[in-house]
């Protein structure tokens, strides 16, 4: 396997020569995050599914001991909302908070190609965050501090992280209201906060799009539920770790949603790290990573 760093320069090359939307998927398969090595006790990933879908399921891992667990992380990965990425790119992240005494709730959902858009890929994080009050406390054995649930997502899934930490919010008839998990925080790993901005300036080649089922101008009430820098206030904190030379997602969404959730009222703090591309956030041996996890204890502090 390459080292980290040359992974990263790989993927760095795909996207300056325009070649993301089409090769990135095989270059992260190839060149992705090795797990770290499980610390004794730490048990799992076991599979619970929370639907008939393919694409339905998560992967709980637990710390070790029988005791309650002094708190939970969600973690959803990214990936442009689309298929070709999927839920092994939260592994390595979900071993690593399990080895530092949190249980980890590594999330799949429907992805647009894959039945997923609009609102099946919000219905199903919403359903798996939900899954915490129910199957996966009885798989944890009761272990489970639901009111110490914090949401860790990358790229796309911190945006659904964050839209997860929303949902309290949300009008009684929109897709993830009446939540029965509630996120305490979220650290946001370079993720696409703002929506309508997003689309706009073409992040992600037409994603957020494809996500939505159409522009802003064309379905503006969708932007408005899904986008959350729309939903301010959330009421909880949101820690933004995004690096400064990210050619995927600009730091510009982490520095619009921090400077508006404080006008609204919300804690939110932007973490920048120099020099640091989109992919070193999900990358338990670097320090890019550290910072992410970092942000979690200080959430859950």
Known sequence: MLPSVSRRRVLRRLAAAGAAALALP?????????????????????RLDYGGHASQFGELTLPAGDGPVRGVAVVVHGGFWRRSYGLELGRPL????????????NIEYRRV????????????????????AGPAQEAAGGRLALDRVVGVGHSAGGHLATWLAARPGLPADAP???????????????????L????????GRGAVEDLLGGSPAAVPERYALGSPVARLPVGVPV???????????PIRQSERYVEAARAAGDSAELVTLPGVDH??????????????????????A
Do not use: M, Y
């Open 26 to 46: 095989a270059a992260l398969a190839a060149c992705g995050a090795a797990t770290p090595p499980a610390a004794p006790g730490v048990t799992g990933p076991r």
């Open 239 to 249: 820690v933004c770790v995004h690096g400064t030379a990210d050619g995927n997602v």
């Open 279 to 300: 992919f070193a956030v999900i990358d338990p041996s670097t320090d890019a990573w550290r910072a992410c996890r970092d942000g979690v204890e200080r959430l859950l």
């Open 113 to 132: 190609g894959g039945d997923g858009g609009w609102t099946a890929t919000f219905d199903d994080v919403a359903a798996a965050l939900d899954v915490l």
């Open 176 to 194: 993830g209201a009446a939540p029965a998990v509630r996120l305490r925080g979220v650290v946001s790993q370079a993720g696409v906060l703002d």
């Open 196 to 203: 309508v901005d997003a689309a706009e300036r073409g992040v």
């Open 94 to 105: 979900a071993v690593d908070l399990a080895n530092a005494g949190l249980a980890a709730w």
